[in-house]
Nanobody, 123 residues
Framework: QVQLAESGGGLVQAGDSLRLSCAAS????????QAWFRQAPGQERQFVAA??????YYTDSVKGRYTICRDNDKNTEDLQKNNLKPEDTARYFC??????????????????WGQGTQVTVST
């Protein structure tokens, strides 16, 4: 069983940067993809970014502002968020699993989830 734990959320102002980290309790050979999703109040959980076998994928609204990357020193999968906007306000979840490439944006395709970390962007 792999447990995920997010950190790095907080309250920031529009235009600020924030880096979220996702620490895994173990490395499972079956995991091919690590991803980030977010959920705003009253909305469905939304795909944000994924790292799969050397390739990165982003939802259109964060392209050019977010970067998913691995921090080998900390052994975490991170989400670097720049030029934050109020519409980025949400609870951010780290996920891991082995979805098919075509399913990488579907939350149901991921087996492991963290509890989430809140990001609030003020104007």
């Amino acid at each position: 069983q792999v447990q995920l734990a997010e950190s790095g959320g907080g309250l920031v102002q529009a235009g600020d940067s924030l880096r979220l980290s996702c620490a895994a309790s173990a490395r499972a050979s079956t995991i091919s993809t690590q991803a980030w999703f977010r959920q705003a109040p009253g909305q469905e959980r939304q795909f944000v970014a994924a790292f799969r076998r050397g390739s990165t994928y982003y939802t259109d609204s964060v392209k050019g502002r977010y970067t998913i990357c691995r921090d080998n020193d900390k052994n975490t999968e991170d989400l670097q968020k720049n030029n934050l906007k109020p519409e980025d306000t949400a609870r951010y979840f780290c996920a891991a699993g082995s979805p098919r490439l075509s399913n990488r944006r579907r939350d149901a395709a991921y087996r492991y989830w963290g509890q989430g970390t809140q990001v609030t962007v003020s104007t």
